[in-house]
Structure formats: C-alpha cells, structure tokens
Nanobody
Framework: VQLQASGGGLVQAGGSLRLSCAAS????????MGWFRQAPGKERKWIAS????????YYTDSTKGRFTISKDNAKNTVYLQMNSLKPEDTAVYYC????????????????WGQGTLVTVSS
C-alpha cells in the first residue's frame, strides 16, 4: 500500500484544515487507518484512528472534539478534519495503515504516508 498525504498548510489559530490520505496499490477496505503527528524536536505521536469498517473511531484527549477522522473506502482515502486549530497543533502529520486493526502506536503500523506539514500561527 502506498499512502499519499496532502492538505497541510499554514492556518491561523482557530482555523480549519482537512488532510487527505489517498491509497494506491491496495484497497483500504480491510485496513484500520490512523493519523500521527510529529512536532519539531519531538517524537511522532498517534492522534486518531478509525476501524477498517469505519464503525469506530479513537482520539487522544488533545484532539477529541476538534478533529474528526473519516474513511471513504470507495475513494480509497482517509481524512482528518481539523477544527479550532491551535499553535500546538503545528507538526508534520502522517497517515498510517494497519491490516484489520487500528494503528494507535508507532509500533503498530504496516504502512506510513510521507507526511504533510501543518503550521498554525498565533
């Protein structure tokens, strides 16, 4: 599976962005998907996941209520809608795939996307 993340950019605090992660090479219908982010000088951390059939989602406390992960199997794409962005959300965002289970840890990922930079100005 090749994953291509896009949608990052510069946004003011309080604004919104939608990240996309398009897959090729294999259908995502059997994969749980997730988003991780890596702030400058820090480790890559998990922030959200969605089950293979999109019936369940998981978020960290820092993203719950502001971010929404969704999956469109017909388009072979996963999304991360980010609202009420804060400067501390500034990071490179990575999508991740895991066969049948959700990727909620760096060690539990089968495929990574290449990352897209989100910068939130104050």
């Amino acid at each position: 599976v090749q994953l291509q993340a896009s949608g990052g950019g510069l946004v003011q605090a309080g604004g919104s962005l939608r990240l996309s992660c398009a897959a090729s090479g294999r259908t995502l219908s059997s994969y749980g998907m997730g988003w991780f982010r890596q702030a400058p000088g820090k480790e890559r951390k998990w922030i959200a996941s969605i089950g293979w059939n999109s019936t369940i989602t998981y978020y960290t406390d820092s993203t719950k209520g502001r971010f929404t992960i969704s999956k469109d199997n017909a388009k072979n794409t996963v999304y991360l809608q980010m609202n009420s962005l804060k400067p501390e959300d500034t990071a490179v965002y990575y999508c991740a795939a895991r066969l049948t289970l959700v990727p909620d840890d760096r060690a539990k990922v089968d495929y990574w996307g290449q990352g897209t930079l989100v910068t939130v100005s104050s």
